[in-house]
Nanobody
Framework: QVQLVEFGGGLVQPGGSLRLSCVVP????????MGWYRQAPGKQRELVASVTVTNRKTYSDSVKDRFTISRDNGRRTVYLQMDNLKPEDTAVYYC?????????????WGQGTQVTVSS
């Protein structure tokens, strides 16, 4: 079983910034699409941003123009730069990736990292 490893959550004031990182720990996989999801208390998990293997990016309307997703294939890492954070961005953030080994592609998650936006 593969678990993606996340870094970078924490407490930040409204208007502040955080950068999340997520590393794919095993080099045998080909990394396809990657993304970030979040889940706030009492709410369903939702897609925040995604980036394809061809670097096409999509964002939810709630984070567009504030968050930036990027990937570094050499470092096997996907990033989420979060600027102008709002209290409603408070959630556990999860990394997600489609990993291919041979002809088989499976979907994997990170353990989650807490982001709290509060004064």
């Amino acid at each position: 079983q593969v678990q993606l490893v996340e870094f970078g959550g924490g407490l930040v004031q409204p208007g502040g910034s955080l950068r999340l990182s997520c590393v794919v720990p095993r080099s045998k996989f080909i990394i396809n699409d990657m993304g970030w999801y979040r889940q706030a208390p009492g709410k369903q998990r939702e897609l925040v941003a995604s980036v394809t293997v061809t670097n096409r990016k999509t964002y939810s309307d709630s984070v567009k123009d504030r968050f930036t997703i990027s990937r570094d294939n050499g470092r096997r890492t996907v990033y989420l730069q979060m600027d102008n954070l709002k209290p409603e961005d408070t959630a556990v953030y999860y990394c997600n990736a489609d990993l291919q080994w041979g002809k088989v592609t499976n979907n994997y998650w990170g353990q989650g990292t807490q982001v709290t936006v509060s004064s």
